[in-house]
């Protein structure tokens, strides 16, 4: 189970860092990690099942479906679950593709989220950078650019 989890992983899944902006953090800037795989629906929901099966086996996170996309996609968003089951897994079961770079940076962010290093000042442009040399390909809500210039009007 864990090498083909492994490979699986690395061809559907995502470890990724995402922001909002939020008046009521310090910082103002919300960071949620987030691992998720994702599974094209199909007729006879053997990949709901596929996708379900993960919710056990990491023993957290749930199962959403998105009519956008027609996937069914496991996700954990919680810290503690990342930081004490996904985590250890990936380190013990070695990502065999570029995916390993992401998740060895998504690993430095959530230690950082853990310990609290993301609500100062500079603990938090240190996580937008290592979060932004990671997903190239993906489209987020906001740049770089914007965050940084958001955190510069919040005082701390």
Not at 16 to 23: D, H, T, V
Not at 92 to 110: E, G, Q, R, S, Y
Not at 125 to 145: D, P, T
Request: hydrophobic share 35%.
């Amino acid at each position: 189970m864990n090498d083909w989890l492994v490979g699986f992983t690395d061809g559907e899944g995502c470890f990724s860092i995402s922001f909002n902006l939020r008046k009521k953090i310090k910082v103002g800037i919300e960071t949620r990690p987030s691992f998720s795989i994702s599974q094209k629906r199909d007729k006879d929901l053997i990949n709901h099942k596929l996708v379900h099966s993960l919710v056990e086996f990491f023993q957290g996170g749930f199962i959403r479906f998105s009519n956008i996309d027609q996937i069914w996609k496991y996700e954990t968003r919680n810290i503690d679950h990342i930081c004490d089951r996904i985590i250890p897994f990936f380190e013990k079961n070695k990502l065999k593709t570029a995916k390993k770079l992401d998740f060895d940076k998504f690993k430095i962010v959530c230690q950082m989220i853990r310990s609290n290093h993301h609500i100062s000042h500079e603990g938090i442009l240190k996580v937008i950078e290592i979060s932004f040399a990671m997903n190239h390909y993906s489209k987020r809500k906001y740049s770089k650019e914007f965050l940084l210039k958001s955190l510069e009007k919040v005082k701390i």
